[in-house]
């Protein structure tokens, strides 16, 4: 059994918890998508100079940031797990690393105030739409 645990900036550690009641392999899974979008923001406004390309120095701190998140989840979790870290659209990342898990742990991001559709984001919303496996949906403490 493989359990994909996605690794978000503001829930990943109510996600690890949830997850640390699960057997099996685990996956732990960052996406990052803010340098994607620089790059075409640059490329459309000022194209002609490449060189100075901010969304070159977004990859490089996303990158960071994102080996330090999946550090830090890996050390709460407390067990052999790997780590993956993607650059891309969220919620496509996220469906497309569960193709082969067996639960992909996830995390309320919308208005947890109260139960009800508001209470996902709309990445949540996809996934949890075209997860590919059976969904963990944790609330956010």
């Given at each position: 059994?493989?359990?994909?645990?996605?690794?978000?900036?503001?829930?990943?550690?109510?996600?690890?918890?949830?997850?640390?009641?699960?057997?099996?392999?685990?996956l732990l899974l960052h996406v990052s998508d803010v340098a994607?979008?620089?790059?075409?923001?640059?490329?459309?406004?000022?194209?002609?100079?490449?060189?100075?390309?901010?969304?070159?120095?977004?990859?490089?701190?996303?990158?960071?940031?994102?080996?330090?998140?999946?550090?830090?989840?890996?050390?709460?979790?407390?067990?052999?797990?790997?780590?993956?870290?993607?650059?891309?659209?969220?919620?496509?990342?996220?469906?497309?690393?569960?193709?082969?898990?067996?639960?992909?742990?996830?995390?309320?991001?919308?208005?947890?105030?109260?139960?009800?559709?508001?209470?996902?984001?709309?990445?949540?919303?996809?996934?949890?739409?075209?997860?590919?496996?059976?969904?963990?949906?944790?609330?956010?403490?």
């Amino acid at each position: 059994m493989t359990v994909v645990v996605w690794i978000a900036d503001d829930t990943w550690q109510d996600c690890v918890d949830a997850a640390s009641a699960q057997q099996g392999e685990f996956l732990l899974l960052h996406v990052s998508d803010v340098a994607g979008a620089a790059h075409a923001a640059f490329a459309g406004l000022l194209g002609r100079h490449a060189s100075r390309d901010p969304g070159t120095r977004l990859d490089h701190l996303a990158a960071d940031h994102a080996a330090r998140l999946l550090d830090a989840a890996a050390e709460r979790l407390g067990r052999p797990c790997a780590k993956e870290a993607r650059v891309g659209r969220v919620e496509h990342e996220v469906v497309a690393a569960a193709q082969n898990a067996s639960l992909l742990v996830l995390c309320r991001d919308g208005d947890v105030s109260h139960a009800g559709p508001r209470s996902l984001g709309p990445a949540t919303r996809f996934v949890v739409d075209h997860a590919p496996c059976p969904v963990l949906l944790v609330w956010p403490s």
